[in-house]
């Protein structure tokens, strides 16, 4: 028996010490800031892993379309067995073994089977191709640039998803901080109201409102609860981090001032940094680029070759060995209208690359202008719903004054405490829309960065 009630308290030892560690687990997250955030987003954020990776890997297109500047030296070793009377007469010639008795009519028509083994070295060398190579090259190297530009657009997307998320866990805080005043607002409604039913001033009518008041509170505050763990799991996605990891969100939804500017600068701004639109840029040139590469097509190339080979009866005996050099002249003359075809193809791609530019330029006015207009609408969101909250929480110390004095209903009570609390969530709203807005403001113009005000406030 002692046995038992020994093991049993050592379970329920072992169990409280998991309790506590599990909680230290939880509540042992270091404080995060939102510049904590976007740097630990811009370090471990697949989006931004998999635009770097593709930039690392379109630089390479660079040294690969370089390389046709250069001579190719390729080497290759093979073995042939056979009896073909042309193939074992002219490899007797190439191993310079051929002697007067390979004359023979018998031998010349039915010669015995001959080994060759072939060492050869080949080298090629473009002299002119028409200014191919140089178009290819300055292919690559736009088409890097444009990769640059993607991953800078890629990682101002990634902060501004970051910026959001946080916000929302800030949001998701104070709505908890919100709701929980409400429980207790509600709580204290449902004590008058059972004072008041026993001093017999109130009817039961009154006690039943106050409890379904509470209960509506009691529901909110899960919900807000709710939030905040959806927001951290939605925190640590757009990080780059298990959405089971601790998140300890530091600092309160409070009131900044952000500089706007005017419309007509932002706009102009964001033609000159946008990366996307430096992108549709990058594309206008390479299409005029791929037009003179089809052009390039119709016109004569010249090459270099040359090639040395080494043609022995076994691998280890030494034999012929012969050399060629020479140059070849190549223009098509006829290629089933190819050539015009690619050429009109890029033509079209040209066009096509100027008509997308025009449309992301008016695409990118319209989104400066609608994240500017949100911009402005929020600040005067906030400075109308501070007032407004203000007003709310007074109207409840009178109500409420007048309640416990018998001059107004249950309703009116209950009334001014959803008033005050809506009236305080549409300022926290309205602050959130705020600072959120002047994000997407940087995020239209291009401006959007891990040093920028968006984030440093």
């Known amino acids: 028996m002692r046995y038992r009630q020994a093991l049993l308290l050592a379970l329920m030892i072992l169990i409280s010490g998991m309790g506590t560690i599990r909680a ?47 001579p190719r030296l390729d080497f290759s070793e093979g073995v042939v067995r056979g009896n073909n009377p042309v193939y074992v007469f002219g490899s007797l010639l190439t191993q310079r073994q051929f002697a007067a008795q390979n004359f023979e009519l ?43 530009h993607a991953g800078d657009r890629t990682r101002q ?47 039961p009518s009154d006690l039943l409102s106050a409890q379904v008041q509470l209960a509506q509170a009691q529901e909110n505050l899960l919900r807000a609860k709710n939030a905040v763990a959806l927001a951290d799991a939605a925190l640590n996605v757009a990080m780059g ?23 007509e600068e932002r706009q102009a701004k964001a033609l000159q940094a946008r990366p996307d639109f430096q992108q549709a840029e990058i594309g206008n040139q390479r299409a005029a680029n791929g037009v003179r590469m089809a052009r ?17 009866q076994t691998f280890l005996t030494r034999g012929g060995n012969n050399w060629a050099l020479g140059a070849t002249l190549t223009f098509n003359l006829f290629d089933g209208g190819s050539n015009r075809a690619r050429l009109k193809e890029s033509q079209a791609r040209q066009r096509q690359a100027e ?39 007074e109207s409840l110390r009178i109500i409420q004054n007048r309640y416990e004095a018998g001059l107004a209903t249950i309703t009116d009570l209950l009334r001014a405490e959803t008033a005050r609390t809506a009236a305080q969530r549409s300022f926290l709203n309205a602050m ?8 997407a403001l940087e995020l239209a113009t291009g401006e959007l960065a891990a040093d920028s005000q968006a984030v440093a406030r």
């Open 296 to 312: 390039a097509e119709f016109l004569p190339k010249v090459n270099l070759f040359g090639s040395w080979e080494e043609d022995n």
């Open 432 to 439: 959130f829309d705020y600072r959120l807005g002047f994000a």
């Open 157 to 203: 997307e990634v902060i501004f998803n970051v910026i959001q998320a946080y916000l929302d866990g800030l949001l998701a805080r104070e709505n908890v901080r919100v709701a929980q005043a409400a429980v207790d607002a509600a709580q204290a409604d449902l004590g008058r109201a059972q004072a008041r039913q026993e001093q017999g001033l109130a009817v």
């Open 106 to 148: 018998g031998f010349l028509n039915t010669p015995p089977p001959l080994d060759n083994f072939r060492t050869q070295f080949t080298a090629s060398m473009p002299l002119w191709d028409a200014g191919q190579t140089s178009r290819r090259v300055r292919d690559a190297r736009l088409e890097a640039k444009s990769a640059a």
């Open 241 to 263: 981090l298990s959405e089971e990891a601790p998140v300890a969100v530091e600092g309160q939804l409070g009131e900044v001032t952000f500089q706007a500017g005017m419309l």
């Open 355 to 393: 008509a997308l530019r025009s449309q992301l330029l008016s695409a990118i006015r319209l989104q400066v202008r609608q994240a500017f207009l949100n911009l402005t609408t929020a600040r005067d969101r906030v400075d109308v719903s501070r007032g407004a909250a203000s007003q709310a929480e």
């Open 24 to 70: 230290q687990t939880t509540s042992g997250a270091k404080p995060l800031t939102l510049q904590d955030a976007v740097a630990v987003a811009l370090k471990n954020n697949p989006t931004v892993q998999a635009a770097d990776a593709y930039a690392d890997a379109v630089k390479e297109g660079i040294t690969i379309a370089a390389s046709g500047r250069l």
